[in-house]
């Protein structure tokens, strides 16, 4: 078994207000060559859950930590017209992304919370994760 020690939050740097599926980025992540999603979970505009990769599996999500690290992606992130990352978070979102954070967080006690962008030069996943979440 695998320990984890970094819950990485991400977006899907698609257009604000736009639904995608698990099914749709899976999809774009094995144009790309990986063997399935990256990303263990997706929260979708309406604020429900979605699994990716099981917990188990290692992701393919952040680039030298993933052995250790559970991804978690909302869709979203950029503006409407693709120009710049924003945070687009709808408030439903925003809940179960808080819920969702906090279950996670019971399961693996000693994991750190922190934004892709915390070890990739990228605006992912377009706001503050490691500060909103600190007090988790």
Same mark, same amino acid.
């Given at each position: 078994? =695998?320990?984890?020690?970094?819950?990485? @939050?991400? +977006?899907?740097?698609?257009?604000? $207000?736009?639904?995608?599926? @698990? $099914?749709?980025i899976?999809?774009? *992540? %094995? !144009?790309?060559?990986? %063997?399935?999603?990256? &990303? *263990?979970? @997706?929260?979708?505009?309406?604020?429900?859950?979605?699994a990716? =990769?099981? /917990?188990?599996?290692?992701g393919?999500? +952040?680039?030298?930590?993933? =052995?250790?690290?559970?991804?978690?992606?909302? @869709?979203? $992130?950029?503006?409407?017209?693709?120009? *710049?990352?924003?945070?687009?978070?709808?408030?439903? !979102?925003? %809940?179960? #992304?808080? !819920?969702? #954070?906090? !279950?996670?967080?019971?399961?693996?006690?000693?994991? %750190?919370? &922190? $934004?892709? =962008?915390?070890?990739?030069?990228?605006?992912?996943?377009?706001?503050?994760?490691? /500060? /909103?979440?600190?007090?988790?």
């Amino acid at each position: 078994m =695998r320990t984890i020690t970094e819950i990485i @939050v991400h +977006c899907s740097a698609t257009p604000e $207000g736009r639904h995608h599926t @698990v $099914g749709d980025i899976r999809a774009w *992540h %094995k !144009q790309r060559g990986f %063997k399935d999603i990256g &990303y *263990h979970y @997706v929260v979708y505009l309406d604020g429900s859950i979605h699994a990716g =990769r099981p /917990e188990s599996a290692i992701g393919a999500h +952040c680039t030298g930590h993933n =052995r250790n690290s559970l991804g978690v992606c909302y @869709v979203g $992130g950029m503006t409407a017209d693709m120009r *710049h990352a924003k945070d687009t978070r709808t408030p439903e !979102q925003k %809940k179960a #992304l808080l !819920q969702l #954070l906090r !279950q996670l967080k019971k399961r693996y006690p000693g994991a %750190k919370i &922190y $934004g892709h =962008r915390n070890f990739a030069a990228k605006a992912c996943p377009s706001f503050d994760a490691r /500060e /909103e979440y600190k007090s988790l």
